[in-house]
């Protein structure tokens, strides 16, 4: 991999092929027994998908809030996914695997439907979140985020003129 070429390509291909390795080789096989049945990686095996789900907007955050990853704060954000993976492994998957859960399991992802929306609404609304861009940028975009129209106007404007026509529906409509 270079910068020249982001997307890793045919090295992608190493690990899956890992992958595929070890789940043709079964549960009876020596490095299932002996080494993936190690009480540590059993533990990683589980919040496995918590983590994924949390690390990355952990390492996100500092970089749009425009603070320096540095290793004392990657660290942190490493324990931090950890714990928070753990217990979103904790309170969600026994009641994802039961029925009786289901009930609460989609009152919550509700909820956090609600969160997502009202989150998004409020950086729409505000012309996002000019630290998330690059030095160079920031200024172009907190400007234009208070100088340029927002989408929003457009919504606001009151319907008593009916609905906005295009200039090419008027065209088409106009007798010839």
């Known amino acids: 991999m270079s910068r020249a070429e982001p997307v890793q390509g045919w090295w992608a291909l190493i690990p899956v092929a890992g992958t595929f390795a070890l789940l043709a080789a079964g549960p009876t096989a020596w490095v299932s027994r002996c080494v993936l049945a190690q009480p540590v990686l059993r533990f ?3 919040i496995s998908w918590p983590l994924f789900l949390w690390h990355w907007p952990l ?3 500092p970089a749009v809030m425009g603070a320096p ?3 004392e704060l990657r660290v ?3 324990a931090a996914s950890v714990a ?3 217990l979103t492994h ?3 998957e026994p009641q994802a695997q039961s029925v009786a859960g289901w009930t609460r ?3 919550g992802l509700a909820a956090c439907l609600v969160i997502t929306g009202l989150v998004g609404s409020v950086s729409f609304i505000a012309g996002g979140f000019p630290a998330s861009f690059p030095d160079g940028h920031r200024a172009s975009a907190s400007s ?3 100088t340029a129209p927002s989408p929003m106007d457009e919504l606001r404007r009151p319907l008593a003129d009916g609905p906005p026509q295009a200039e090419a529906d008027v065209a088409l409509r106009a007798p010839r």
């Open 90 to 92: 904790l309170a969600f």
């Open 84 to 86: 928070l993976a753990t």
């Open 144 to 146: 234009n985020a208070r």
């Open 105 to 107: 399991r989609s009152a």
């Open 59 to 61: 390492l996100s955050f």
């Open 76 to 78: 942190i954000i490493l």
């Open 69 to 71: 990853l540095t290793i």
């Open 44 to 46: 990683y095996g589980a």
